[in-house]
């Protein structure tokens, strides 16, 4: 089974490339248009060994992990709070579900100009990106607790911190966890549509640069780069998420 696992991770890229480099030669499209693989490769090593690119992935790592740890902070709370109080989800659902349906492009400028062009408009960004997929798995997580199990904690009179953090916070963490797992993925976008509305640094300005400039080997560099994040955080999670939950397995 790992033999098949390992022999798929390395022919996919494989065929991927080759794929890509045959359509390169056969469609004769200039290098502006659809740079050569080689030509991408060439110019990673350009700007990994001039230390541009590492410089300006640390800039875009460093507004999505605060953001999302935010968001995913402030979302667990207040989805906490709402599947406490049916009463409070339905006042706040419409400002929730509306603040949903608004393009983060469309709100991104108007944070820009309220906060600035620094870091913290860029963290706002992930924070906001990342907070209804979390908040919405926290209610539902919450609220799929067996009742039975919440009326044998009430007959063994447990404290309400006793209630949560013995059988509430197990019983939701693989739907809340799951919620971060989208999150993570989408932090990366949050940072990078950020950087679009304005910014000097991070990979989002790299692939502004890079189009300015016809510079498509360079944007190219700067999406696999941004790829690779989202996969690395997902990783991340799915491990927490192993962590967290062996208790499952074990039993």
Not at 51 to 69: A, M, Q, R, W
Not at 195 to 221: H, K, P, S, W
Request: hydrophobic share 55%.
């Amino acid at each position: 089974m790992w033999s098949a696992r390992w022999l798929n991770a390395v022919l996919s890229p494989v065929v991927l490339l080759l794929g890509w480099h045959i359509l390169v030669r056969q469609s004769g499209l200039p290098p502006f248009i659809l740079p050569a693989p080689q030509r991408v490769g060439m110019r990673f090593l350009q700007v990994a060994l001039d230390g541009s690119l590492l410089y300006h992935t640390l800039v875009t790592l460093g507004e999505i992990i605060p953001g999302l740890g935010i968001g995913a902070a402030l979302a667990f709370i207040l989805g906490y709070a709402l599947a406490k109080s049916p009463r409070l989800e339905r006042f706040l659902s419409p400002y929730l579900v509306a603040s949903q349906a608004t393009p983060m492009v469309a709100v991104a400028p108007l944070l820009v100009i309220w906060f600035g062009p620094g870091m913290t408009s860029k963290v706002l960004i992930c924070a906001l990106i990342v907070f209804f997929p979390v908040l919405v798995n926290t209610i539902v997580g919450l609220r799929s607790v067996p009742p039975d199990l919440r009326a044998l904690m009430r007959l063994m009179r447990a404290t309400p911190w006793q209630t949560f953090h013995l059988l509430e916070l197990p019983a939701a963490l693989p739907v809340l966890l799951g919620g971060l797992r989208v999150g993570a993925t989408l932090a990366v976008i949050g940072a990078v549509v950020g950087e679009f509305m304005g910014a000097d640094r991070g990979l989002g300005f790299l692939i502004n640069l890079g189009r300015g400039q016809y510079d498509t080997a360079l944007v190219f560099v700067a999406v696999a780069t941004l790829v690779a994040l989202a996969l690395g955080l997902y990783a991340l999670v799915l491990l927490l998420e192993r962590r967290a939950l062996a208790w499952q397995r074990n039993r």
